[in-house]
């Protein structure tokens, strides 16, 4: 891969520390273009007419293509790397949590993280309000399961670090912000400060 890598992010973002942290994993060089998503600076004519018409990031910019979705851009980086685990079987059961990450867990922790840490709850709408107990109860569903899961494991999938591991990291290490209590969840913790030991790993926000 030999064309330029740019990271269109917001720093504080889960799911672009997801692309930082596959990068960083990985020992590529890249740069980074910061857009503040509270000043709508991702929904500017340029931007949805260049980076990406569906006004989010992270974008992965490989050359002059884009890339949006966190766990697609950390998987065509991680491309024939041991991230991405050589087992077929394995492979299939990392999607399997990619997947989860994205439709079980992310919009509940990180929504609730968001709502709490960057609107506030004293903005909060009428629909927030409705809402922040029902995603509150659905996160916590999604840390018990990742906590069963982890009951005699390392890493999510075989033994090793993965793809699984990075986009299920990004909002969990971080879930207090959301008002999860991660001391509920034993073997999530244990799995986060594992996933902080290993060589190359740098923070959310860095």
Same mark, same amino acid.
Request: net charge negative.
């Given at each position: 891969?030999? @064309?330029?890598?740019?990271?269109?992010?917001?720093?504080?973002?889960?799911? %672009?520390? /997801? +692309?930082?942290?596959?990068?960083?994993?990985?020992?590529?060089?890249?740069?980074?273009? @910061?857009? #503040?998503?509270?000043?709508?600076?991702?929904?500017?004519? $340029?931007?949805?007419?260049?980076?990406?018409?569906?006004?989010?990031?992270?974008?992965?910019?490989?050359?002059?293509?884009?890339?949006? $979705?966190?766990?697609? !851009? +950390? =998987?065509?980086?991680?491309?024939?790397?041991?991230? +991405?685990?050589?087992?077929?079987?394995?492979?299939?059961?990392?999607?399997? *949590?990619? =997947?989860? $990450?994205?439709?079980?867990?992310?919009?509940?922790?990180?929504?609730?993280?968001?709502? &709490?840490?960057?609107?506030? $709850?004293?903005? *909060?709408?009428?629909?927030?309000?409705?809402?922040?107990?029902? &995603?509150?109860?659905?996160?916590?569903? !999604?840390?018990?399961?990742?906590?069963?899961?982890?009951?005699?494991?390392? =890493? =999510?999938?075989?033994?090793?670090?993965?793809?699984?591991?990075? !986009?299920?990291? !990004?909002?969990?290490?971080?879930?207090? #912000?959301?008002?999860? #209590?991660? /001391?509920?969840?034993?073997?999530? &913790?244990? *799995? %986060?400060?594992?996933?902080?030991?290993?060589?190359?790993?740098?923070? +959310?926000?860095?």
């Amino acid at each position: 891969m030999s @064309e330029k890598i740019v990271l269109h992010e917001y720093a504080d973002s889960g799911n %672009c520390y /997801k +692309i930082r942290l596959t990068l960083a994993h990985l020992g590529k060089a890249y740069e980074r273009r @910061e857009y #503040d998503i509270l000043k709508g600076e991702t929904r500017t004519p $340029e931007f949805l007419g260049t980076v990406n018409a569906n006004g989010r990031i992270p974008v992965l910019q490989v050359g002059d293509r884009f890339l949006p $979705e966190s766990n697609a !851009a +950390i =998987f065509y980086l991680a491309e024939g790397s041991p991230l +991405i685990p050589g087992d077929r079987w394995d492979r299939a059961d990392m999607l399997r *949590w990619m =997947f989860f $990450e994205q439709y079980n867990h992310e919009p509940n922790v990180a929504t609730m993280r968001f709502w &709490k840490l960057f609107v506030g $709850e004293e903005n *909060w709408t009428d629909t927030q309000k409705l809402l922040a107990p029902v &995603k509150a109860a659905a996160g916590d569903a !999604a840390m018990k399961l990742m906590d069963e899961h982890l009951e005699g494991r390392s =890493f =999510f999938v075989g033994d090793a670090l993965s793809l699984a591991d990075i !986009a299920l990291y !990004a909002y969990t290490h971080v879930a207090e #912000d959301g008002g999860f #209590d991660l /001391k509920a969840y034993p073997y999530v &913790k244990a *799995w %986060c400060d594992a996933v902080a030991l290993q060589p190359g790993h740098v923070q +959310i926000g860095d």
